[in-house]
């Protein structure tokens, strides 16, 4: 089964595609975004739900999302149409990592697509070279909450824990102004709604072809939760500024 169905069913219930409640993610946006005419760009936007919230609260704010998924950016075309955003938003369907903008922008975002460019800090890196003079990043990324076993590296990266993952970015360069460590509830509501959400879609469509195939990654990806990393991943938000204009 195609990875971006399975990707867009399980996010059915929970469009932020990251481990964060609605209050979690208006108060990120509160934060990173500097004044209600800003340009915001976000680095692997999936199907834009963090612009699209941010569009709707900032009506002069405009919006350039860029994602490798056509499914998901087509998804996010039509919600910002039902939502009267669309004439503000722009969105490329390209590499993230490969990106270039004639123009900077006031926020750069990046939740969950660091693999994209091949960890932390060079997703900073990127995110750097958008941002206009006075601009804030956010970032969303995981670090190890407890020791994680081998399977649980292999599976979801080499992060490290949260006070050396902080660390790093400070050595970088940045200063934290805002920051958000998911809550057991948060990481968990995921989960379940990633997992819950495909397995009904499953449920309740059994002639579909791909319905057997989406019980089992439900079932996969349950298991993965629960057996290798519920114990051990974390997952913090940050916004930064740069530490030297
Ligand atoms: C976990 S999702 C996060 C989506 C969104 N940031 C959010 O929090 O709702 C990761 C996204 O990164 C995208 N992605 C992965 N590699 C990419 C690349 N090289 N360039 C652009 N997007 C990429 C995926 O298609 C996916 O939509």
Redesign the pocket.
């Known amino acids: 089964m195609n990875r971006d169905r399975i ?1 867009r069913l399980a996010h059915a219930d929970h ?4 481990p964060l409640d609605d209050d979690a993610v208006r108060l990120l946006l509160d934060q990173v975004i500097p004044r209600e005419d800003a340009r915001v760009l ?6 834009a ?2 612009l699209l919230r941010a569009l709707q609260a900032n009506p002069r704010l405009h919006a350039e999302g ?4 056509e499914a ?1 950016l087509a998804e996010a075309r039509d919600r910002a149409r039902a939502l009267g955003v669309a004439d503000r938003l722009t969105l490329h369907h ?4 490969a990106f270039t903008a004639a123009q900077p922008f006031d926020a750069v ?5 660091t ?3 091949g960890g932390l800090l060079p997703t900073l890196a990127a995110a750097r070279k958008h941002l206009a003079p006075g601009g804030r990043v956010l970032i ?1 990324d995981g670090f190890w909450e407890g020791e994680p076993s081998p399977e649980a590296v292999a599976m979801l990266g080499d992060f490290a824990d949260l006070a050396t993952t902080v660390d790093r970015v400070v050595a970088d360069g940045w200063t934290p102004v805002h920051g958000h460590v998911s809550t057991r509830r948060e990481l968990d509501h995921y989960e379940w709604s990633w997992t819950g959400s495909l397995a009904s879609w499953a449920l309740d469509h059994p002639a579909d072809p791909d319905s057997a195939d989406a019980l089992a990654a439900s079932t996969t990806h349950r298991d993965e939760w629960l057996k290798v990393y519920r114990d051990c991943f974390g997952f913090v938000c940050l916004v930064l500024r740069p530490t030297s204009a």
């Open positions: 990707s469009p932020i595609a990251s976000d680095l692997g936007c999936g199907s739900e963090w860029v994602d490798l998924s998901s390209e590499d993230a990592a975002l990046s939740s969950g697509a693999h994209a460019f969303g």
